[in-house]
Every structure is written in C-alpha cells, then in structure tokens.
C-alpha cells in the first residue's frame, strides 16, 4: 500500500522536476493514444513538438505563430494568477478580452479616418479600461453583496458573446462593408493598427507587453508588498487579517488587473493578428489562460514557458490534424492530459510517498 | 489486587523521525484512578490511542483482564470495554444532547428511553444534564458531561480521559472529581491523562510518568511533592519566574465600555468590557475558552474596529484604527492561534517576520520589501528565544508548536511594544518553552509596558498578572489584585458551572 506523507516543506528539486516529468508522460500516454488511433504515436510526437519549430518545410509559418498566441496567453494568466494566488477567481478573462478589444476598437473607430500618433495608445487604455470595467462587475458585486465571482465573471463572458455579435453586425459594422459583419480592418489603418515590429517572428506590442507583465509581475510577489499580501491572503486569510490586509481591497484590486490585462489582449489581438471586431473573435484564450497559468503554478516565469508550451501544442496539434489526421478532440484530450498529469505530480512536491509497511503483531 | 485489568508489555510505535512510544509497559488495576503524566508530546495521547484502538502498535502486546486485546478500532475497544473522552469534542451543536449520545452510539434506543437512561445516569454520578437541550448553547464543561455519559451508557470497566481539565472552572473539577471517585469506588479503572500535578496528587492512586516516549518512572502521587513529579516529568528542575518589583507607572491602555455584536450564530458577543491598564502591569484574564477571548483580542488588535473611544492608548483613541495603525501606535497582539493567525504555515519565518514586524521595524520603503533586513530580524527573534529550527528559511508549519510560539512571541516582544496582548500563550507548548515564554512577558513589563495575558491556565495567570479578572459569556469580571486571591473566588469569578449561577448571583 502507497501512503503520502506532507512534507515539512515543500520539495524544491520536486517543484523543477514535476513540469519535465508532467509532459514526459502526457508523451507516453498520449503516444499510447495516437497508437491506438492507429497513428504513428513518434511522428505524431516530433509534428506537435518538433516541427513547429525546426521544420524546414513549415517552421518559416509557424515559428512566428508561437509568439503570436503565446501572446495573449501568457498576458491573460499573468493577470489571473495574482488572483488565483489571493484566492479570488476570475474565470471570466475571455469576456474581459472581449470587452477591452470592443472599448479599444470603438475608441479607435471613432476617429477614423484622422491618422494621429495618439490613436494608438488611446485605444491601449480603452482597451485595458474596457476590460478592467468588465472585471469590476463581479468585483464590485462581491464585496457589497457576497455574490460569488465564479458564478458571475463566468456568466459575463456569455453575455460580452451577445455585445460582440451585435457590435459586429451593429454600431461597428464597417460601413463600407457591403453589410457583411464585422469592423474595419483595423491593421490596414495605419494609426490603429498593432503590426509585427520584426518581420517574421511573430513579435507586436500585445506580446511586448506580456514579457512586460511577467517582469512586473515577477517583482511585485518578490519584492512588493503587495504581492506579499496577495500570497497571504491566499494561504491563510486570517492571519492577512491581521497582518491588516483589506479583503475588499484585494478583491477589487486582483480582479482590477486580471480584467485591465485581458482587456489589452483583447486589443492588441484586434488591432494586430485578428485585425477586426468579427462575430467570432474570441478563440478562448481567456479559457486557456487559466490552464496556462496554472501549468506555471501561478508563477510568473513559469507562466511564461507555460504560454509557450501551450501554444507550441496548439500550432503542432494543428499541424498534426493536417499531416496525419488525428482528430481535433485527440488534440484536445492531449492537451488536457498535460494538466492532468502536472496536477497529479504536483502532489509529490508537497508529499512523499511511503510504502506502508506490513502490520506488526499488535 | 490482584490480576490487572489492563497490562501493557513493551509498546512501541515510531512515526517518521520520532519515536512516539519506545517500549512502554505499565498495569491498570480494576477500580483503580491511574496518572498518565507527561509534557506535551512526551507520547501520552499516542499510547491511549494505541489502547483504544485508533493506532496500531509496531510492537509490543496487551492484555485486558487476562486475555490477549488487539483492538483494531475504536469500536472493538469499545466492545471490549474501553471508553474514551477526549481534549476535544467531537458534538454537533446544532443537535440535542440526546441526539449526539445516539450519534455515537452502535443501536441508539428509542429517543423516549434514552432521554430516561440520559437523565438516570447523569443523576446517579452528579453530572447534572438537560437530554433535551441543544449542545450549541451548553458550556464546555457541559459538553464534556455529554461526551462522559456517552462513555458511560456503554459500562465501560476502563475510562480514558485525556486532560479533561483543561477547559473547566474549578467549580467543574470538582464536580468532576466527584464523579470519577464515585465511578472508582464501583470499580470502573480510570486512566487520566494531565500535566496538571496538582490535581493528579489530588485524584489518582498510581502514576506512570512518560518522556521522549519513554517510561521513566511510577510513583504514588499522593505520597510524592508536585517539584519531584515535574522533575521527573522534565527531567530537569524549572526556574520559577523572577517578576520585577517596580512600581507601576500611569494608564496606559484604556477599554471603555466596549461591546461588540457576535460574529456568527454561535459566536460570542463582548458586552460592557472596561479595562485600564498601567505601564509595567500584568493584567490576567482568565475564563473558559468561547467566552469572548477570540473577540476581545480581535477588538484590541484591530481586526475589528470599534468606537474610536472604545480603545484609547495613553489618552488617544485608537478603536477606529486599523491592525497596522495600532501597531505603528504601540499596541501589539499574540492571538491563539498559532497556525493560520498569528502565522501562515507554509511561508518561511522570515515571511512570517515580516506579518506584524513591518511598520514598526521599517522593513519596506514605498512598498518595497527589505528582505535582507527582515531576514535580520527574524534572525535576531531566532536568537534571542532559542527557537529550534535549521533557519530562518524554512516554512512555519515544520516548527513544533513550542518553537513557532516562541518566535510568534518573540516578533511581538522584540518590537518593545507599549501594549503587549497575548491570548493562551503557552496553549500546547512543553514546560520549558513555557517557562521562557512567561519570563519573556514579565521582562517586557519590567521594561514599562503594559501586558494583558488572556488565559485558561489559572496557575499561570495567577504566576505572571499582578490583577486578575474574569471573562464569561463575554463580560468581564471586576479586577482583583492577584496576590491573595483563593481558587474559590476565582472560580466564582470565573462564572464557575453553569448551575453556580444562582449561587453567584446570590453571592453579590
């Protein structure tokens, strides 16, 4: 019989070693998988690893990709997990995202066509302020009515689906547009649009932006008070009590920034990749950047390889659905096996395992 | 006598890192009132849970009346004939006192006839006790009358009780004590667990004194001093606290009329609590636990806010201010409970420094943490009260509870507070860790402070307080000077069992 143990601390060779060995067996298991599909489970491995990356054939489309979706991963998850730290959970990002890429479209459209160098950054902070007002919802519905907000940030990305559809087919409908939904394109005005600042590697502001989270976020948990209090007020909310933190405060605050972080995603990924408010412009990546932040373990280097890896399996798992026809639910369930096992190991950096031993005579 | 109820051969148990029990064998006689004395964690609460079943033995045999007993559950120990009261109850206090007993019980009788069976018991052993009222509004020692009648309906021929004491007035205890001769006299074997020596003198016919898991000696209490049993329990005599004689200087710290509103169902409201305090005083509050102690020290640290001149420090208000302006103002607090509220378990000690440490030891700038200086000074509180741990980078949860209150109260004393209040300061830590810790306390008066130490240790209320005073269903009694005071009248303070109401209500 196995019997785990709590550690007096937690293991720091096991919290390295848990993510290596996470993805070595969602490679196992998923290959097994592949394998029953009938597939070639390490061709099916090196297409979502490998080729992304340092194929000759594919690499020159799909390298920039990575950083393109890794982007607002990585950006949004930065934002949650300083919540999901303090314990306040915002599900809701992927309304967050959509709401701040409407405020910074409508901010941008409404100049149009006037080329400024102020359009720009306008629309930067309506975006993060269209998401941060999103956020303040559930917010501001928690501390005066102790509503919960995962029930409500969840539902209100529902709702910011039915703004997006009738902004797209409504008051941002491009008007030259023959009626077809959907904005200008934002990317092909000059002054709005968000472009790739280095010619083929994926790189535009949105993901500037998210290494300048993780920086930020890095030393606000290790040098900041705040981030202190964020972490207490995670693992013991009474002593955050009394060490004087202000639950309300955090609440507002932790759900402030996830919501203003996921908002500027939503804009850079509507004025750059995406290029337009269109009926279908939200992809779920304030879905995924739950799990993404959670693969870091809420840690912000960590969420930086995470965005990575997550996104390395999306483009590979696309690759692999066109090369050699495993179905998208197969990607899928290779992907949620990645949590699943970084979850599962997770365990090992706060306990050990002991064999029970066989009863003594008593 | 002659063939023992309960023999015991050589138990050991060893969990990781430490042996609990090593080779431990001692003899229950029926009928007879057995101590089983020892510090905290000397491995008291390990062996009785190897009798009754709950832990099972690496080695070692026991027998009861003559043949071999190996319970592998509580049920077959109580089968058997084992009952068990424990430190902490485990009752729903929504629910009746019958319908607890029949919670526990393997085939509850008709509600009808238990409540008859409840009340003939609880009259013929003097424990006076209403089946029908709900447990959530008994006193504690009302609690643990419910847990003994349901040791008791089950006639049992050897009890356990572990430290039953420790949450009862001095009224309780002898009512209690009352009742467990009774028990002995019709030959039920008792095995009681305490560190309380006194009482053990008072009670029992036979000692087995355990250390570090070991037996190191038996004695008969009654013939034996107390100074001899905690020597043999310590394994090294304690120093007595010195207290300095200083004269004490002005108010300091001022409580007015304070009341505050329960915070949940069940909770405890503070009502009218007056407090005045002088520079260099030590103000015991004694009073069963649930009485308001949790409230009064959150009303004084400023996790609840109150009327500004509810709390006044030297003459200023203070009641409306938050934690961290109370310290930055002088008052500093060490609540109860270790764990969780006065430290996060898993952050390190110089994370846990930094909780109550950072106004008043200027460990930031504009938000911005000084690690270096606040390792510093977890380093200095690591020094200064001989806390045992590799260092300060490692996660409170892995210090004994000895340890992380000797830091908890070290942060709070080596901030030189003006207003220092500690609730159960030495709750579960070893005699020499609590030794210190009091010593620590009495030098922080000595310095000019003011000190309330709120307590359900009478004696060490009456060792460290130059006043005394109660608190009950949160009140607070008038204040007594602590020299002369009798453990009656402190049991009268106390609001004694809730049947001596009348009685004091008489008395005033």
């Known amino acids: ?362 | 006598m002659s063939a023992p109820l309960l023999s015991i051969d050589g138990l050991t148990k060893a969990y990781p890192g430490v042996v609990a029990n090593n080779q431990v064998s001692f003899q229950i006689q029926p009928g007879e009132v057995h101590a089983l004395l020892g510090e905290n964690g000397a491995g008291k609460s390990t062996l009785v849970k190897m009798i009754y079943g709950l832990v099972r033995p690496d080695s070692g045999t026991m027998s009861f009346m003559g043949a071999s007993y190996t319970p592998a559950e509580p049920r077959a120990a109580r089968a058997t004939g084992v009952a068990m009261v424990f430190q902490h109850f485990s009752l729903f206090e929504a629910l009746n006192v019958a319908e607890n007993i029949a919670l526990g019980m393997e085939n509850p009788p008709k509600p009808r006839d238990l409540a008859a069976r409840i009340t003939e018991v609880s009259e013929a052993y003097g424990l006076p006790l209403d089946p029908g009222r709900l447990v959530g509004d008994l006193s504690a020692g009302e609690r643990q009358r419910v847990e003994i009648i349901r040791c008791l309906l089950q006639d049992p021929k050897l009890l356990i009780m572990d430290e039953p004491t420790s949450v009862l007035t001095p009224q309780e205890v002898e009512i209690l004590f009352h009742t467990l001769r009774k028990l002995s006299a019709e030959g039920t074997a008792i095995l009681y667990i305490s560190h309380k020596l006194e009482e053990i003198r008072a009670l029992c016919d036979e000692a087995t004194v355990l250390r570090l898991g070991k037996v190191v000696g038996t004695c008969d209490p009654k013939s034996t001093s107390a100074a001899e049993m905690a020597e043999l329990m310590v394994g090294k005599s304690l120093a007595v606290p010195a207290r300095s004689e200083a004269a004490h200087g002005d108010v300091i710290l001022e409580v007015d009329n304070l009341s505050v509103a329960p915070a949940s169902a069940f909770g405890t409201p503070l009502r009218d609590i007056s407090i005045k305090i002088k520079a260099g005083e030590v103000l015991g509050i004694g009073g069963v636990a649930g009485n308001g102690q949790d409230e009064l020290l959150a009303a004084l640290s400023g996790e609840t806010i109150t009327a500004p001149n509810a709390v006044e420090l030297k003459g200023k208000p203070v009641g409306n201010l938050s934690p961290n302006e109370r310290r930055s103002a002088g008052i500093l607090c060490g609540p109860e409970e270790r764990l969780g509220h006065a430290a996060a378990p898993d952050m390190s000690l110089i994370e846990n420094a930094l909780l109550t440490a950072r106004h008043r030891k200027s460990l930031d700038k504009n938000g911005f943490l000084d690690w270096g200086k606040t390792r510093q000074y977890a380093e200095e509180v690591i020094a200064a009260f001989d806390v045992r741990t590799p260092g300060p980078e490692n996660a409170a949860r892995s210090l004994s509870g000895g340890n992380l209150q000797k830091f908890v109260i070290g942060r709070e004393v080596m901030q030189e507070p003006s207003v220092l209040v500690v609730n159960q300061p030495t709750w579960g830590v070893d005699a020499s860790a609590a030794a210190d810790i009091r010593q620590a306390i009495l030098d922080l008066a000595g310095r000019g402070a003011g000190v309330i130490v709120i307590s359900q240790d009478l004696d060490e209320l009456l060792e460290i307080s130059d006043n005394f005073c109660a608190l009950n269903e949160g009140r607070l009694s008038d204040t007594k000077p602590t020299a002369g005071l009798t453990m009656e009248t402190i049991g009268l303070m106390l609001g004694g069992a809730h049947d001596m109401h009348e009685a004091e209500v008489a008395h005033v």
């Not at chain 1, 066509?113 to 941060?132: H, K, N, R, Y």
């Not at chain 1, 290494?211 to 009474?238: C, D, E, M, T």
């Not at chain 1, 369930?333 to 096992?341: C, E, I, P, R, T």
């Open chain 1, 1 to 362: 019989m196995f019997k785990l143990e709590k550690r007096p601390s937690p293991s720091k060779p096991w919290i390295l070693a848990t993510p290596i060995l996470a993805v070595v067996m969602t490679m196992l298991a998923g290959g097994l998988m592949f394998a029953v599909l009938g597939k070639n489970p390490f061709e099916a491995i090196r297409i979502i690893f490998y080729d992304p990356l340092f194929n000759a054939q594919f690499a020159s489309y799909s390298r920039p990709q990575l950083l393109v979706k890794a982007g607002p991963l990585i950006l949004i998850a930065i934002g949650l997990s300083l919540g999901f730290r303090a314990g306040i959970w915002n599900i809701g990002a992927e309304g967050q995202y959509i709401m701040g890429a409407i405020a910074g479209a409508t901010f941008g459209l409404a100049f149009y066509p006037t080329e400024s160098p102020l359009i720009f950054p306008g629309m930067v902070i309506a975006g993060a302020l269209g998401g941060w007002a999103w956020a303040m919802i559930p917010a501001i519905l928690r501390t005066v009515f102790r509503t919960n907000e995962i029930l409500v940030s969840l539902l209100l990305v529902y709702v910011a689906e039915k703004f997006l559809a009738s902004a797209a087919v409504g008051f941002l409908r491009n008007p030259e547009g023959s009626g077809f939904p959907g904005s200008r394109q934002l990317n092909r005005i000059d002054a709005m649009s968000n472009p790739e600042l280095f010619a083929n590697t994926g790189m535009h502001w949105g993901v500037v932006m998210a290494f300048i989270s993780v920086i930020a976020a890095y030393i606000l948990l290790n040098k900041h008070l705040l981030g202190y209090q964020i972490k207490l007020a995670g693992q013991a909310p009474r002593a955050a009590k009394f060490a004087g933190v202000n639950p309300s405060r955090l609440i507002i605050l932790c759900l402030g920034v996830s919501g203003a972080l996921a908002g500027l995603a939503g804009l850079f990924e509507v004025s750059g990749p995406a290029g337009q408010i269109s009926i279908d412009f939200n992809v779920g990546y304030g879905f995924t950047a739950i799990i993404v932040a959670f693969l870091g373990r809420l840690h912000p280097v960590g969420i930086l390889l995470a965005g990575l890896l997550m996104a390395l399996t999306y483009i590979g798992g696309e690759l692999a659905q066109l090369m050699l026809g495993i179905p998208a639910s197969a990607i899928q369930a290779f992907q949620g096996m990645l949590l699943f096992f970084l979850l599962a190991l997770d365990v090992l950096s706060n306990y050990r395992i002991r064999m029970k031993k066989g009863e003594a005579t008593a």
